[in-house]
């Protein structure tokens, strides 16, 4: 038996191997409003769990992307930013269907209709998305229809979480949705679970606010050691409806 052969060979599976699993590693975004520091602290405490590849499942995470955003980053370029990766998580101020991306400039991202009609987000790459925001990710509570607007921008996203109401951050939401996504956490129910982990009646039972999610009936159990296929086809196709769970 030539030992030292069977060693390199050994050696050489495991690189291979090795090489296999950073190469399907599934990237992460986050994308920050140029406008206070907290909405900084809010994006590296969610993508710093994240510096190295994160096993859940069989299905590896990383961040790859890290930047004060701009509108393009969402909309006419999106294929070589936010829809360049997996999972965006994203801060800063917001309203209805709305995402600010720089406070000095008043420049954002309407989604209903700043979106390119023929690329919007998902039909790249993108599969979840977390704006953490006040407003942002309207809810049945306030509208009658909350998935209509979206449809412009959801081209395969499997979900958004945001807030419908108010919201306080620079808190500890960030750290906890990134640590129960790794645990394999539902990825809406995660989000859920960490803003009202951050729930205090020493501030009020409103504190930190109230979050919603639009995702497909196909998507519902979606966790991070999912897949990520397939892709919703749109609202109604073979019934694939989506759906607007909020708290309250």
């Not at 790859?64 to 936010?82: H, K, V």
């Not at 509570?141 to 979480?161: C, F, N, Y």
Request: include cysteine.
């Amino acid at each position: 038996m030539n030992t030292n052969s069977n060693l390199q060979r050994i050696t050489l599976v495991v690189m291979l191997l090795m090489l296999s699993a950073t190469g399907s590693a599934r990237t992460i975004g986050g994308y920050v409003d140029r406008a206070e520091q907290r909405f900084v602290n809010n994006v590296w405490n969610f993508i710093k769990e994240y510096q190295s590849t994160q096993y859940v499942g069989s299905q590896g995470w990383y961040y790859s992307q890290y930047y004060y955003a701009e509108p393009y980053m969402l909309t006419s370029s999106n294929d070589y930013y936010c829809d360049a990766v997996d999972f965006a998580f994203c801060s800063g101020h917001g309203n209805y269907y709305y995402w600010q991306t720089n406070q000095s400039t008043g420049a954002g991202v309407y989604f209903p209709n700043d979106m390119p009609t023929t690329n919007g987000l998902g039909d790249y790459n993108l599969e979840h998305l977390t704006i953490e925001s006040c407003y942002t990710v309207a809810s049945l509570q306030e509208t009658g229809d909350p998935w209509s607007p979206w449809m412009r921008a959801l081209k395969g996203v499997h979900s958004i979480m945001g807030f419908h109401t108010l919201s306080y951050s620079d808190n500890g939401i960030p750290n906890r949705y990134a640590r129960k996504l790794k645990y394999n956490g539902l990825v809406w129910q995660s989000w859920f679970d960490a803003v009202n982990d951050e729930r205090s009646w020493w501030y009020g039972s409103f504190y930190p606010g109230m979050a919603s999610a639009i995702f497909y009936n196909s998507t519902n159990y979606d966790r991070l050691s999912s897949p990520g296929y397939p892709d919703p086809y749109g609202w109604g196709y073979n019934g694939d409806y989506l759906y607007n769970w909020y708290q309250y």
